[in-house]
């Protein structure tokens, strides 16, 4: 954390994940087959996490991740090491035009949710090792939201849930906090949210599926801020807890649009959260009005930058944006960074691994000019 009193380590930040090295893929592939061993994966996932931990460096990054490299999804190999958590394996559909589509694997609850272990320690002992002095490693987790969203009611038994307030939310919040606490113990002091949900309640179309699914998607934002507050009342002390709000980073497509006026108050106003990255890299994303409700003491740092496409924004126009975002909120309470990971999934996005260090330094030099930091 800043001795500044802002929250993060600079003006500039990054969502977390990276493309995969070829040999990072291959190895995953060989485990797959029965190939390797687990060890034998790890070994690899070490080196190449030791070499994208020098990238983030050298490029002038202070906030540093593993790159997400140990993991598939960015939800899925987290939240499924939850006790009480399932997980459907994925299957691959034909669409009507004969294209093929990898429908997402689906997580239900159907046991009571608890903490059976540490899941993130090891991989950030091993991250931190990596880090130089003057850097701050960083967590990137799931959202708690994940495990209601997608399947609402439905995907949570009732055996174990009847009701799901207090006790679902309770018993969600407490695996989390543990986790957090695990994660503290180790000495790990930034954690990081990615939450979609809150992001699709922005667009029309996942509001109705949440009313189908018998969710009323003007009260789920408000339910699901007493929901992080929860974990956030067990955030250990000295730990920055941030959220991003990610509107699907799956091969350089999205799967929700919308303004953030559906959920801005609730979001910024009631969760007791540190940051928010919110994505603003197209008019997908609507205005910078949602920001009024940013109080003080909280930072957005605006996702400009695109990590979908290889092609360049103008330092000139990023500044003009950040100008326009200054008008809804203090200045000092803004910082940058792309708009989401280069890598959500295993799968990647469809951009060259030279474009991940030229978009950086665009975010870099940017918030430096902007900021004077």
Avoid at 23 to 31: I, M, T, V, W
Avoid at 231 to 257: D, E, I
């Amino acid at each position: 954390m800043s001795n500044t009193g802002f929250p993060l380590p600079a003006r500039y930040d990054h969502v977390g994940s990276f493309l995969r090295p070829k040999y990072l893929l291959d190895a995953r592939e060989q485990k797959a087959k029965g190939e390797i061993s687990a060890a034998d994966l790890r070994k690899v996932e070490d080196r190449a996490i030791a070499e994208i931990v020098r990238f983030q460096e050298d490029v002038g990054l202070k906030a540093i991740t593993d790159g997400e490299f140990r993991r598939t999804y960015f939800h899925i190999d987290f939240l499924e090491q939850l006790g009480g958590v399932s997980t459907d394996i994925p299957v691959t559909f034909i669409k009507p035009d004969g294209s093929e589509e990898l429908a997402p694997p689906v997580m239900r609850v159907v046991d009571k949710v608890r903490h059976v272990k540490d899941i993130q320690r090891a991989d950030y002992e091993y991250l931190a090792g990596q880090v130089s002095a003057g850097h701050t490693p960083k967590v990137c987790i799931p959202s708690p939201t994940m495990l209601h969203f997608r399947g609402g009611r439905a995907g949570i038994s009732r055996t174990h849930y009847p009701e799901l307030d207090p006790d679902f939310y309770d018993d969600v919040a407490r695996a989390f906090g543990d986790e957090l606490r695990s994660l503290a113990a180790a000495g790990c002091t930034y954690v990081q949210l990615d939450d979609t949900n809150l992001a699709y309640l922005c667009d029309e179309r996942m509001r109705e599926a949440a009313r189908q699914r018998g969710d009323d998607p003007n009260e789920l934002p408000h339910r699901y801020a007493g929901f992080i507050n929860k974990v956030v009342a067990q955030k250990p002390a000295g730990m920055t807890l941030a959220m991003h709000l990610c509107r699907g980073n799956f091969k350089s497509t999205h799967a929700a649009a919308g303004n953030y006026e559906p959920v801005a108050e609730a979001l910024l106003s009631e969760m007791d959260l540190d940051a928010y990255f919110l994505e603003y890299d197209d008019e997908r994303s609507g205005d910078f009005r949602p920001l009024r409700f940013l109080p003080k003491g909280k930072v957005v740092v605006l996702g400009l930058v695109t990590t979908k496409f290889g092609q360049m924004e103008s330092k000139d126009d990023l500044k003009r944006r950040i100008d326009e975002a200054a008008r809804y909120a203090p200045l000092e309470q803004l910082a940058l960074s792309p708009q989401c990971g280069f890598s959500s999934t295993v799968h990647g996005n469809n951009i060259a691994v030279e474009a991940q260090r030229s978009k950086l330094r665009l975010v870099i030099e940017t918030a430096q000019e902007v900021w004077k930091a």
